[in-house]
């Protein structure tokens, strides 16, 4: 069956540091996916995404990496802000509407 | 702002009350969905919607009634709940299936049943 999840509940780095967010997946039918940023009491917001002909992807501060023989994705921040303490959700599609999410990770960002 | 606009923000009823949830998006996607979200669990799919068609039911009990009138919004009617089901529940808006893009989500209805 699907399977998204993180390695680690929580992280907690220092502000100006760079924070690294891993996720494994299972369906190696996966072809695209996203990560989201879900601040407290606010839905989950759009961060970056990657489809799986891709194996790295830039934006501002965040990239992501996808490395399909091991199924992980990860997200690096740069330079972590407080602003960044959140959690973060990676989600993957394969085809039809669906999206798998996994539990999340918390990031706290120690000033 | 993400587009997607859900009210209440927050709701609390009884067991033997009916209440509604609302979920309006104007990007122009054609695919809603209703997803629960409990404390340390992952997101939890109940219902998919494209072109106002249910295409999912994740084994949802039928004590949450979902409609789509039209591909702008999606209601979520509620009856008979159990305080298990106190969760945040999230809409989410995307383009149809054949594109690969990112469903936009609302802030979420924080609901308690008691």
């Known amino acids: 069956g699907e399977s998204v999840g993180l390695h680690l509940p929580t992280l907690s780095v220092q502000e100006g540091d760079n924070s690294i967010i891993n996720c494994a997946y299972s369906?190696?039918?996966?072809?695209?996916f996203i990560w989201y940023k879900q601040e407290s009491g606010k839905g989950p917001q759009f961060i970056i995404d990657?489809?799986?002909?891709?194996d790295k992807r830039q934006g501002q501060r965040v990239t992501v990496l996808l490395n399909k023989t091991v199924k992980h994705l990860s997200l690096q921040i740069a330079a972590t802000q407080p602003g960044d303490s959140a959690v973060y959700f990676c989600?993957?599609?394969?085809?039809?509407?669906?999206?798998?999410f996994g539990t999340g990770t918390s990031l706290t960002v120690i000033p | 702002e993400t587009g997607v606009t859900q009210t209440p923000r927050h709701l609390v009823m009884g067991m033997t009350n009916k209440k509604s949830l609302k979920c309006e998006q104007h990007?122009?996607?054609?695919?809603m969905y209703w997803y629960k979200q409990s404390a340390k669990k992952p997101l939890e799919l109940m219902f998919v919607?494209?072109?106002?068609?249910?295409?999912e039911n994740n084994s949802v009990p039928s004590r949450f009634s979902p409609e789509c009138p039209n591909s702008s919004h999606l209601f979520l009617h509620l009856h008979t709940l159990q305080p298990e089901d106190s969760a945040l529940y999230l809409c989410?808006?995307?383009?149809?299936?054949?594109?690969?893009?990112?469903?936009?989500f609302g802030q979420g209805t924080r609901l308690t049943v008691v």
């Open positions: 919607y494209n072109f106002k068609e249910q295409t």
């Open positions: 990657i489809r799986s002909n891709m």
């Open positions: 990007l122009g996607h054609n695919a």
């Open positions: 989410a808006s995307s383009f149809h299936r054949d594109r690969n893009t990112e469903a936009f």
């Open positions: 989600a993957e599609k394969s085809g039809g509407n669906q999206f798998y």
């Open positions: 369906n190696s039918a996966s072809d695209y």
